[in-house]
């Protein structure tokens, strides 16, 4: 039916003399093949072609001219124009510099599908955009380097763009699709274009009002390397503000709380500048137990540091005495009226900062509690050891001075028994007040319990 139709108009036998020829040598190389010029066929209509073989086959009509490389992608074999292709594309020309038969392995992610809309974008073709396939398309251009070299027709990176913000920022459910679709180019040669549309998707949804919080479950979805990519081009992105960041970090690690090293977890704390933090999320993260002790230390520190570095600079930089000025026009006195409200709100975050590093120190003298506290848990723990081996040097010199008694008994020195008797009673005394005194310090400590048999370490 197609053939007849091209037989009709008299152009098949002088344009396609070789194609079977050509036909079986694509087909040769690959059991599947879907040639992209094959057999011609005519239009009735006189609407834009919509497949990758209309678009060829409508190029070699009004061109006059033949498919002159083939392109072998996964199991498809295309027959293209070289002209259009090298025009549009650095990374094919590069590739048909000394060959018109090339095969293209695509990277992880990437699909034939993708690389055929691609091409079209290089004939001037429509190429239809969708929430599944912008993201792979968008992969697609930039891997392939395609740039636009003429001003009559806008190039594929801008078209996906267009729809980004168009279609996608302003519908949250398109957003979600498009951030699903993402993952799939995080782990090959497009991974950086796959995180950098994920992020751009993460903060339409996180400041879009109607989105919720559901689509954090797609972040919680991603593997520690993978969510470590992610912050990271967050990082960059938000250099200024880091709360978003700090938000989706905490998430992560809530819902990863013991699968994670104690190495990966700093690694993706580390990402967060908490200088770019707002007063009341540092505070949460000074508060947050699900951070590593170090990091949250350092971040104190480091305000300290910033607090007074900024203090000592204001109390440097006093402004030096003025003349009077004259009055000032109305205009400008009302802009100065302006001026005066936002010095009230300096004022209000200075207040805010004062409050902040009350509660910084508060927090900092509540460490060096626990450790003087653990300190003197320790000086306990050794006296208690101490007592042990008191207790047993006086049992042991219990039994000589039993034993040096009942020889005296025996040999009937009254003197001698009433005075080593005393003297034992003495210090067995003193030493039963010692011994109580440390184990009621050792009681108060909750460290030591007493027992029958003397003092014992809680287990």
């Given at each position: 039916?197609?053939?007849?139709?091209?037989?009709?108009?008299?152009?098949?036998?002088?344009?396609?003399?070789?194609?079977?020829?050509?036909?079986?040598?694509?087909?040769?190389?690959?059991?599947?093949?879907?040639?992209?010029?094959?057999?011609?066929?005519?239009?009735?209509?006189?609407s834009?072609?919509?497949?990758?073989?209309?678009?060829?086959?409508?190029?070699?009509?009004?061109?006059?001219?033949?498919?002159?490389?083939?392109?072998?992608?996964?199991d498809?074999?295309l027959?293209?124009?070289?002209?259009?292709?090298?025009?549009?594309?650095?990374?094919?020309?590069?590739?048909?510099?000394?060959?018109?038969?090339?095969?293209?392995?695509?990277?992880?992610?990437?699909?034939?599908?993708?690389?055929?809309?691609?091409?079209?974008?290089?004939y001037?073709?429509?190429?239809?955009?969708?929430?599944?396939?912008?993201?792979?398309?968008?992969?697609?251009?930039?891997?392939?380097?395609?740039?636009?070299?003429?001003?009559?027709?806008?190039?594929?990176?801008?078209?996906?763009?267009?729809?980004?913000?168009?279609?996608?920022?302003?519908?949250?459910?398109q957003?979600?699709?498009?951030?699903?679709?993402?993952?799939?180019?995080?782990?090959?040669?497009?991974a950086?274009?796959?995180?950098?549309?994920?992020?751009?998707?993460?903060?339409?949804?996180?400041?879009?009002?109607?989105?919720?919080?559901?689509?954090?479950?797609?972040?919680?979805?991603?593997?520690?390397?993978?969510?470590?990519?992610?912050?990271?081009?967050?990082?960059?992105?938000?250099?200024?503000?880091h709360?978003?960041?700090?938000?989706?970090?905490?998430?992560?690690?809530?819902?990863?709380?013991?699968?994670?090293?104690?190495?990966?977890?700093?690694?993706?704390?580390?990402?967060?500048?908490?200088?770019?933090?707002?007063?009341?999320?540092?505070?949460?993260?000074?508060?947050?137990?699900?951070?590593?002790?170090?990091?949250?230390?350092?971040?104190?520190?480091?305000?300290?540091?910033?607090?007074?570095?900024?203090?000592?600079?204001?109390?440097?930089?006093?402004?030096?005495?003025?003349?009077?000025?004259?009055?000032?026009?109305p205009?400008v006195?009302?802009?100065?009226?302006?001026?005066?409200?936002?010095?009230?709100?300096q004022?209000?975050?200075i207040?805010?900062?004062?409050?902040l590093?009350?509660?910084?120190e508060?927090?900092?003298f509540r460490?060096?509690?626990?450790?003087?506290?653990?300190?003197?848990?320790?000086?306990?723990?050794?006296?208690?050891?101490?007592?042990?081996?008191?207790?047993?040097?006086?049992?042991?010199?219990?039994?000589?001075?039993?034993?040096?008694e009942?020889?005296?008994?025996?040999?009937?020195?009254?003197?001698?028994?009433?005075?080593?008797?005393?003297?034992?009673?003495?210090?067995?005394?003193?030493?039963?007040k010692?011994?109580?005194?440390?184990?009621?310090?050792?009681?108060?400590?909750?460290?030591?319990?007493?027992?029958?048999?003397?003092?014992?370490?809680?287990?």
């Amino acid at each position: 039916m197609e053939t007849r139709g091209w037989q009709e108009l008299g152009v098949v036998d002088t344009i396609y003399e070789d194609d079977q020829e050509e036909d079986e040598d694509c087909s040769n190389s690959h059991s599947q093949c879907s040639s992209a010029a094959g057999s011609l066929s005519g239009r009735s209509d006189l609407s834009p072609p919509t497949t990758l073989r209309g678009i060829v086959e409508a190029w070699s009509s009004e061109k006059g001219c033949r498919p002159d490389i083939i392109v072998r992608v996964e199991d498809q074999c295309l027959r293209l124009h070289k002209d259009p292709v090298i025009f549009r594309s650095s990374y094919l020309k590069r590739q048909l510099t000394d060959s018109s038969d090339i095969t293209i392995i695509l990277p992880s992610g990437l699909t034939a599908d993708a690389f055929s809309l691609a091409i079209m974008s290089c004939y001037n073709g429509e190429v239809r955009l969708t929430s599944p396939n912008l993201a792979s398309v968008r992969a697609m251009a930039e891997w392939l380097e395609l740039s636009n070299n003429t001003s009559s027709f806008m190039d594929l990176i801008s078209l996906t763009e267009d729809y980004f913000f168009q279609e996608v920022s302003t519908d949250s459910s398109q957003t979600v699709e498009v951030l699903r679709s993402c993952v799939k180019l995080f782990g090959g040669d497009v991974a950086s274009i796959g995180v950098a549309i994920f992020v751009r998707c993460v903060e339409v949804l996180a400041g879009s009002g109607g989105a919720g919080d559901e689509w954090l479950n797609e972040v919680t979805a991603l593997s520690g390397e993978e969510m470590q990519a992610v912050a990271e081009e967050m990082r960059e992105r938000s250099l200024h503000d880091h709360d978003l960041l700090y938000r989706i970090v905490d998430h992560y690690l809530e819902n990863h709380d013991g699968k994670l090293t104690e190495e990966d977890k700093n690694k993706l704390c580390y990402t967060i500048t908490c200088a770019s933090l707002s007063p009341p999320i540092f505070m949460h993260l000074v508060q947050n137990p699900r951070l590593p002790l170090r990091f949250v230390v350092q971040a104190m520190l480091l305000d300290q540091l910033h607090s007074h570095h900024s203090l000592f600079h204001h109390s440097t930089m006093a402004p030096p005495l003025k003349p009077p000025r004259p009055p000032l026009p109305p205009q400008v006195a009302a802009e100065s009226a302006q001026t005066l409200g936002s010095i009230l709100q300096q004022g209000a975050v200075i207040r805010q900062s004062a409050h902040l590093r009350k509660s910084m120190e508060a927090t900092s003298f509540r460490i060096e509690s626990l450790e003087r506290e653990l300190a003197g848990l320790k000086r306990t723990l050794r006296r208690s050891g101490d007592v042990v081996a008191l207790t047993t040097a006086i049992a042991r010199s219990e039994s000589f001075r039993t034993a040096s008694e009942n020889t005296l008994k025996s040999s009937g020195g009254g003197e001698g028994k009433a005075f080593f008797g005393s003297r034992f009673i003495r210090g067995f005394k003193s030493f039963f007040k010692k011994s109580v005194g440390t184990a009621g310090e050792c009681r108060r400590l909750g460290v030591v319990e007493e027992s029958s048999c003397g003092l014992h370490r809680k287990e």
